[in-house]
């Protein structure tokens, strides 16, 4: 959603008003001349000092401006509609595109090279952009807007050679939605790692309890992370939430935030007691599966909505169970005699 929102004082204060799309006079809006702080969500928004969009032009990217420039100066307002992905100006020595020329596609501080003060025309192939006076966004300033070729400064703009710093406006963040392909998932790698080991001998003719307690705690641990395509056209800092599971939402932010580690305590249920003339053996093993998972972004941006693909993988070692198996110990004299060849007792399993 494009949204701007302005207040009547700085710091968000007093009264305020909410827009969608073009306000071409703030004053039949009863809100003209009187914006001294605003937020924008989406893409850049252009305020104008006079009506439909004349006099001087401020421009404000996605953010929030506790003050401005020109308080109480706003007549007009407009959204700005235009691709802003991959912009590019071309900048002319002399008037009507002659003479050397000098493409553009980021901000660039022409003091620091050789065009500073030389340009006479221009053409913008993409892109909207903001040219200044002076170095540092300095000074004078106007809008050069996706397909205007302005043939000569000093007669439309009265800016002849004096152009020393310009920028393009920066597009807003593009809302992304995840989702899990998990009919097209992969195991790459399921084993069990023992974690502990429990030895109990009853040698009396009477059942014993085995432990004061009947369970015990242990760590698991899921890894996660996700993976970009090489063709992203996602920039640095740009975050998402990825909803593996109700209890497990992972929130990617691309650059700094790509994976995550979970760590927690999980009790574990064990025999209680050990029957008569018995060896009792208890393996707790945690399981670890290795997956991947296809994930399809949604990525809405400026109207527009596009999908590209990402990989989700993981390594979960949240599964413990206790195995265990009960052995008879050997007997003497006739009683050996009468339980030679007696088998182990088959254990159970119990997972969580």
Same mark, same amino acid.
């Given at each position: ?30 809100? +003209? ?21 004349? *006099? ?25 509609? !235009? ?9 002319? @020595? ?27 025309? !221009?053409?913008?192939?993409? +892109? ?12 004078? !300033?106007?809008?050069?807007?996706? *397909? ?15 152009? #020393? !710093? ?27 790692? $023992?974690?502990? @080991? ?18 015990? &705690? ?15 056209? $996602?920039?640095? *800092? ?6 593996? &599971? ?56 400026? @109207? ?11 390594? #979960? ?36």
């Amino acid at each position: 959603m494009n949204r701007i929102t302005v207040y009547e004082r700085a710091n968000f204060e007093g009264l305020s008003r909410e827009f969608t799309c073009d306000v071409p006079d703030l004053h039949e809006l009863d809100f +003209g001349n009187c914006i001294a702080s605003l937020k924008v969500e989406g893409q850049p928004w252009i305020a104008y000092t006079d009506p439909k969009y004349e *006099g001087e032009p401020y421009a404000f990217e996605e953010g929030e401006y506790p003050s401005v420039d020109r308080p109480n100066s706003f007549s007009a307002l407009r959204l700005v509609h !235009h691709d802003l992905g991959d912009p590019q100006i071309t900048l002319y @020595e002399h008037p009507n595109f002659q003479g050397a020329c000098k493409v553009v596609t980021e901000e660039t501080n022409l003091a620091y090279g050789y065009f500073n003060d030389r340009v006479a025309s !221009h053409t913008v192939q993409r +892109g909207v952009w903001l040219l200044y006076q002076n170095p540092g966004r300095g000074g004078w !300033h106007c809008l050069a807007w996706p *397909g205007e070729h302005l043939a000569d400064y000093k007669l439309e703009l009265n800016f002849q050679s004096r152009l #020393s !710093h310009l920028r393009p406006l920066r597009p807003g963040r593009p809302l992304v939605s995840a989702r899990l392909l998990w009919e097209q998932k992969r195991v790459e790698e399921e084993r069990e790692v $023992l974690v502990d @080991e429990i030895e109990g001998v009853n040698e009396t003719e009477s059942e014993q309890v085995l432990a004061a307690s009947s369970s015990r &705690e242990y760590g698991t641990t899921l890894w996660q992370s996700f993976h970009f395509s090489n063709a992203t056209s $996602l920039k640095a *800092g740009l975050s998402f939430t990825l909803t593996v &599971e109700a209890s497990n939402i992972f929130t990617v932010q691309k650059g700094r935030s790509e994976s995550s580690t979970r760590r927690q305590r999980v009790e574990v249920q064990l025999p209680a007691k050990i029957p008569p003339r018995t060896a009792l053996s208890i393996q707790v093993l945690r399981k670890e599966v290795t997956l991947s998972v296809p994930v399809l972004l949604t990525i809405t941006q400026n @109207e527009s909505v596009r999908t590209e693909m990402g990989e989700y993988r993981s390594v #979960s070692g949240t599964n413990v169970s206790a195995r265990y198996s009960l052995k008879p110990l050997p007997a003497t004299g006739r009683e050996q005699a009468a339980t030679k060849g007696t088998d182990t007792v088959p254990g159970t399993r119990m997972e969580l």
